[in-house]
């Protein structure tokens, strides 16, 4: 049977090989498959919540679709556009907000997250800098899902509450109205690859500590460098499980180069050597990536077109199940 998945992709700058191996890859080997039709959208109207500065969110889009598309996206085979181009998830988030109980949105962990940072400062109104855009994110997240109800949704580990919440919102839905209009998605936990970043924590931009995708060869160069070692001399046999450079390696280079390059460290080798082969792996392996990157970032209008597409491609099928719904309801009318 043909299974349906469906995800979105929050725009947030810079990606870097984190996301790669974390989220990019695994997304498009999965939407590879035969028997998989894909929704793979730019979540960029939840981007709003944080208020970034309008060229920023703009550039962010272009980034994050250029990326994807970078590293394989076919936008013939995946149904792929922005979040903002579909109006019909506007609505629905507004039917949904009214089947959702405010204390489901009081339990979110984003929510309660900014609640207890509050209390920590001392503050008076625990809900102070909290919109209601960042206490509906579940409900438009919901939309989002529901709008073309997918048997199975990719996520990582943090979504799962919010794969949670669309399951209850739906049942609350289809209970309210006696109906089987939504069909209740299921969460694909991926499997947690987690990188590490520079200095040994996970990958990730808050930690400052990422290698971005895309970065241009001295800069890579550079950055790869500043990889934290210990300072045992290149003589001295290493350990490759600790050892941060190798963990990277791995993800990028085939298992016959794993293995020479985890004999190379049992003979001894300095890390200014194995900083080297990793970049050099690095290079190569974004090259091509890198290229078709860049063409679509200095192309926004060619990239906005590829966007477009795709949401006149999954217009109908939203118009027909919005209407569906608004029939449900009691608000559909015939002329
Ligand atoms: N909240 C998700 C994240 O931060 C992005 C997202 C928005 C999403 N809408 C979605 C993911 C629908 C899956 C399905 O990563």
């Not at 309660?112 to 209390?119: E, G, I, M, T, Y």
């Not at 210990?230 to 046999?237: H, I, K, Y």
Request: charged letters at 25%.
């Amino acid at each position: 049977m043909l299974q349906k998945i469906l995800t979105g992709i929050k725009p947030t700058g810079q990606i870097h090989i984190g996301n790669y191996v974390g989220a990019i890859k695994p997304s498009l080997d999965l939407a590879q498959k035969d028997n998989i039709s894909s929704y793979l959208f730019i979540a960029d109207s939840h981007s709003l919540t944080i208020q970034p500065p309008t060229a920023e969110l703009k550039h962010s889009i272009h980034q994050a679709a250029s990326a994807w598309l970078a590293c394989g996206l076919d936008p013939n085979k995946v149904f792929f556009y922005c979040q903002s181009d579909i109006p019909e998830l506007f609505e629905l988030n507004w039917i949904l907000s009214c089947c959702t109980p405010k204390g489901l949105m009081n339990r979110a962990h984003s929510y309660k997250a900014k609640r207890d940072q509050n209390l920590k400062l001392g503050k008076k109104d625990l809900d102070d800098k909290v919109n209601m855009g960042l206490y509906n994110y579940p409900i438009l997240m919901s939309a989002d899902i529901l709008l073309f109800s997918p048997h199975q949704v990719p996520v990582g580990g943090d979504q799962v509450q919010h794969l949670e919440m669309a399951r209850d919102i739906a049942q609350k839905f289809n209970h309210i109205y006696k109906s089987n209009l939504f069909t209740i998605p299921k969460a694909l936990v991926r499997e947690q690859k987690i990188l590490p970043g520079l200095d040994g924590r996970k990958m990730s931009k808050s930690y400052n500590n990422e290698i971005p995708l895309f970065l241009e060869s001295k800069k890579l160069q550079k950055l790869i460098r500043k990889i934290k070692t210990d300072s045992l001399p290149a003589e001295t046999p290493k350990d490759t499980k600790n050892c941060l450079i190798f963990q990277i390696y791995k993800h990028f280079a085939s298992a016959k180069e794993t293995q020479n390059l985890k004999e190379h460290y049992a003979k001894g080798i300095g890390w200014g050597e194995a900083k080297d082969i990793l970049f050099y792996k690095l290079e190569d392996y974004f090259k091509k990536k890198k290229e078709t990157y860049d063409h679509y970032m200095s192309q926004p209008l060619e990239l906005e077109k590829i966007l477009k597409t795709g949401s006149e491609k999954v217009k109908e099928e939203a118009q027909a199940f919005l209407k569906q719904v608004k029939k449900t309801v009691g608000l559909f009318k015939e002329l």
